[in-house]
């Protein structure tokens, strides 16, 4: 029987999923593990510690009648980390921790990720098969937790840690871990993974994306609905500033993979906007230094999105699976308006500087993504109506062609809890629901896996619930031939002559 000291579990959304027949487009069955976790299990097996990653939901797509039971019962492990990043995993991490601690009692259960650090005390409060949670950044105090229940030493010094102690009292340390530096952690040891050569497989399959690779950590800006930005993350885990890894760490990781893994393309985890173009700029040099034969998913963050940045993109990805993402959630000037008024004075996308991006992502052939959102805040019956028209006329123009690379996304959001406007949802005119964790457990039991997020919490005065939903999804399918037509039959290198 083979022994770990750590286990990880990445958590399914879903405990049996009825896939039907979309198989292939099961999207929110969300195999992704978190990118900081592959840091974190490394870290431990550096200090000594035997570690294993398990994605709960690859195991179960790889095999219909995988059992997580079935499987710990083969092996003998001291802690369970069980993330729980994405709200969207509430139900399903609630699920795992009780089947860890059903299989073996003695193991300690902890939980970890932005949205465990947000209901940290209802955790511990409400679940007593969760031992512990740790708020904001995990390296070193996972790694002195294991430590300390090793020799059965107090947990009063454990940074970050929220736990259960023996007179069965919370007990909540204060944050005093917060990552100065990450260029001494590695984001690539995925030996630690079951299946990690399936799980770029299948994350390309079914995700879109084959690697998440870290960049840097933190957001300096406040969207309303996200809980990484810089406000959410001072709360959640004491972050004021972003840091980033330096390029030449960003080299070695792609090195790292490409040696043992066939990975068509890699997604940057953090954007671009005005003031960090430099670093990309840097770090684009170094890729094509390297003559990497892979292709590039970036995120724009805040605008412009300067011409020769397209270029350098260009230039330095192969265009099969490249793509360039950006998410003014709505074209409406006046919501942007009003988000930079309460929430974030660099929530600006003006339409001309979008006109931009199309115009250069049909130069350059490259795949842009244009992210919106029915029923975000603010968002009034008229601004929808706007945003079916930019989307339809869209379609006319790009939607035929393999050769004007431009696609309309739109989902259903769920108002992620630390966020401004899950703070303060009066502010940004909406109504929210699921105010304890209970309730949203509750939520995301109730789903099935398709390929959008189902579970909404919050309404507006103009957008129900059920309306949301249906003109999200009456927008996704008028969008649907865009995102069929984008690529999928690209024109060849040498039919692209803009630089000859
Ligand atoms: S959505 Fe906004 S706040 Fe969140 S990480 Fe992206 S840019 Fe930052």
Request: charged share 25%; net charge positive.
């Amino acid at each position: 029987m083979k022994s770990y000291d750590v286990i990880i579990i990445h958590p399914p959304r879903v405990m049996e999923p009825d896939y039907g027949k979309h198989t292939k487009f099961v999207r929110s069955t969300y195999i992704f593990i978190p990118m900081g976790v592959f840091a974190i299990a490394d870290f431990l097996e550096r200090e000594g510690f035997g570690v294993k990653i398990i994605n709960y939901p690859l195991e179960q797509y790889l095999n219909r009648k995988w059992s997580l039971a079935e499987f710990l019962k083969k092996i003998n492990f001291k802690v369970c980390g069980i993330d729980l990043h994405w709200i969207h995993n509430a139900h399903g991490v609630i699920e795992t921790a009780k089947i860890v601690k059903e299989v073996n009692p003695n193991a300690k259960v902890v939980f970890g990720g932005f949205s465990a650090s947000y209901y940290h005390d209802q955790l511990l409060k409400y679940y007593k098969n969760i031992d512990a949670v740790i708020r904001g950044e995990g390296e070193i105090p996972l790694l002195n937790y294991v430590r300390n229940t090793n020799k059965n030493h107090d947990l009063d010094s454990v940074a970050n840690l929220s736990y259960r102690n023996a007179s069965n009292h919370i007990k909540i340390n204060p944050i005093s871990y917060v990552a100065k530096s990450l260029n001494e952690f590695n984001f690539t040891n995925v030996n630690l993974l079951e299946n990690a050569k399936k799980y770029f497989e299948y994350s390309r399959r079914i995700m879109g994306i084959s690697l998440n690779l870290p960049i840097a950590r933190g957001c300096p800006f406040n969207c309303p609905c996200c809980a990484g930005g810089q406000r959410a993350q001072q709360k959640l885990s004491g972050r004021d500033k972003v840091i980033f890894r330096n390029p030449e760490k960003v080299i070695e990781d792609i090195h790292n993979i490409l040696d043992k893994y066939n990975i068509p393309s890699v997604f940057f985890g953090h954007g671009t906007y005005p003031t960090n173009l430099k670093y990309w700029k840097n770090l684009f040099k170094l890729i094509r230094k390297e003559k990497f034969d892979i292709s590039g998913d970036l995120e724009i963050w805040r605008l412009p999105y300067p011409k020769d940045m397209w270029e350098l993109f260009y230039k330095t990805f192969t265009r099969r699976h490249s793509s360039i993402s950006i998410s003014p959630r709505t074209m409406s000037t006046n919501v942007h308006n009003k988000v930079a008024k309460i929430c974030d004075p660099t929530f600006q996308f003006p339409k001309n500087q979008i006109q931009d991006l199309i115009k250069n992502a049909n130069l350059f052939r490259m795949t842009l993504r244009i992210w919106l959102t029915i029923g975000y805040p603010f968002q009034t019956r008229r601004d929808v109506l706007k945003d079916y028209l930019f989307t339809i006329k869209c379609l006319i123009k790009y939607g035929s062609s393999n050769f004007k690379p431009i696609t309309i996304m739109s989902e259903p959001y769920y108002i992620f809890p630390g966020s401004p406007a899950h703070e303060d949802p009066k502010s940004f005119g909406i109504k929210l629901d699921y105010n304890s964790f209970p309730q949203i457990v509750d939520a995301f039991k109730r789903i099935k896996v398709t390929y959008t997020n189902r579970v909404l919490n919050y309404e507006t005065k103009y957008f129900s619930k059920t309306t949301n939903l249906i003109i999200n999804d009456l927008l996704f399918l008028t969008a649907a031939p865009m995102f069929l037509t984008r690529g999928a039959k690209y024109p060849k290198e040498k039919d692209v002559t803009i630089f000859k």
